[in-house]
């Protein structure tokens, strides 16, 4: 059997650039950069978002894993293009960007990668291997599509159709997606603790951007969560078929938002829809909850959003014909 080394937290994998002389680490980031070592610049840039980043060691594994994926997919770009990536030409840039376009990437998805590579420039920067800021004057398309009409929410029809297939866990999971607009990262941290069914409150300790809040639950959230309380919260039912089902503290047995996926596709398929992440169920609240109180700002609260624009452009929309009632009688 091969062992593989220890890797550590991210702290310490951090530490083995941070820990060098200025001149050592200017010179093996030099080095990297020259043979384009994936591997080793990748590492780079996430010392660099550890020790430099806007949320330091508090960068969430997301955007480290977004901004990783970014990374190499630039320098699989530079290699092909025998980009130099100490001395990068006055057009290498743009090229990479309408490289991206041409193959049919949409503009917000650009933006996240010149995001990642403009990271790693950063990264470059902060090692003393060069001073070349390529992405600094680039420019993306925007994309004047609306988010939610590009990836809608689910319909009713669509939650009530798997939520007859869902096995109890999948259905919690909808409704604290669905009802309470919860990010998928937020409902998996959940906590017995965190929710008060008889206040019909959710107690999101650790939302984007490390933000706790309360959020309302729908009084079928509540209910349900009387409900799957009572068959897996430790002191109730401990098995269903025979297996353990969730940790004594977490509400949700899922690990990862990977798991949870792949068990709610199942559920999904089995009802005949097609599932698209857990996104549209955020939406559907947010549509639902604005034809309700026609108010983006308290939308915008009960999604964890800091800005309303974000609401209004992605998550939430009142019907096209929302004011005739208020025009009768003109």
Known sequence: ???????GDRLTQAHTWSSLGDDELRRRAVTAAADKDVDSLVSLTRAYLTH?????LLTSPRTVEAYTLGVRQFLDYATNQAVNLLRPGRRDASGYVAFMLATGRKPAGVQLKVAAATCLYRALRWAGATDADPFKDVRIPKDRTPGIVKRPPYTEDELADVLDHADPHGKFLLFVTAHAGLRISEALALQWDDLDEAGRRIHVRSGKGRKARVVAMSTSLARATRHYRGLYAPGGAQHMDGRRTTPRDHVFRYASPMTARYHLDKAFQAA?????????????????LLQQVKDFGRVAAHLGHESIDTTRKGYAQLA??????DLVGW
């Open 1 to 7: 059997m091969t062992l593989a080394p220890y890797q």
């Open 52 to 56: 430099e980043g806007a949320s330091g």
């Open 272 to 288: 005949g829809v097609t599932f698209r992440g857990f996104h549209p169920g955020r939406k559907y609240a947010g549509t639902r």
């Open 320 to 325: 096209t014909d929302d004011l005739k009632d």
